[in-house]
């Protein structure tokens, strides 16, 4: 894992967020399977139809230790793009995690993976593989641009997409983010006449 990443993998998504305005973020429902998991690398990109999911085996095949898997499977909940067989491979042959802009099957065996897997929620019926997808294009996942290499970082929140372009102004953005909240944390929990004027101030703007 890049030393930038280790970093990120310790930020809140929510600080991440705000400091890119949230226009990265993807779209709320697609949540953590547990709420403990918590993922931070570099996106490989996976674009398949409704109903198609070899693409995503080309690309466990390619992937790199840290890669995140993500697939912009259309938002279709009605077709798994993986069980827990192939979120197994994934997982052995090093990437991080998976954001899913669609479903998962074998919800039971890949929490038993202690693998973290993002996505819509889970479906009984399997994709098909008729070849048809890319790997390694840009996509829109959830809602959001992901580039090949864009930073991904996941938690109980939900999913941010931190742009390669932008990736150290958002960093620096985020540590002070980060720092802000938990100096006003400091000063007003559990202070009662601290909380007032924190609403006051807030009020008066």
């Known amino acids: 894992m890049d030393e930038l990443v280790k970093i990120f993998q310790n930020i809140p998504t929510t600080c991440i967020s705000d400091a890119m305005n949230g226009l990265n973020n993807l779209h709320p429902s697609i949540k953590p399977l547990m709420e403990e998991y918590k ?18 085996l080309k690309a466990i095949r390619e992937t790199k230790p840290d890669d995140i898997i993500v697939v912009d499977a259309k938002g279709d909940q009605y077709r798994a793009i993986a069980g827990d067989f192939v979120v197994g491979m994934a997982q052995t042959l090093g990437a991080s995690g998976l954001v899913v802009d ?8 890949i929490k038993a993976l202690n693998f973290p897997v993002f996505s819509k929620g889970t479906a009984v019926a399997a994709s098909g593989k008729a070849g048809v997808g890319e790997v390694n294009v840009p996509i829109s996942c959830g809602g959001a641009t992901v580039h090949p290499g864009d930073i991904i970082v996941g938690d109980a929140d939900g999913v941010v997409v931190i742009p390669q372009s932008i990736e150290q102004d958002v960093l620096a953005k985020s540590l002070e983010k980060l720092k802000t909240d938990q100096v006003r944390e400091d000063k007003i929990a559990g202070n009662p006449q601290e909380i007032i004027n924190y609403l006051d101030k807030m009020l008066s703007k």
């Open 102 to 109: 669609g479903v998962i099957r074998d919800i039971v065996g």
């Open 39 to 56: 993922l931070a690398g570099r996106a490989l990109t996976v674009k398949i139809p409704v109903g198609e999911n070899l693409a995503v």
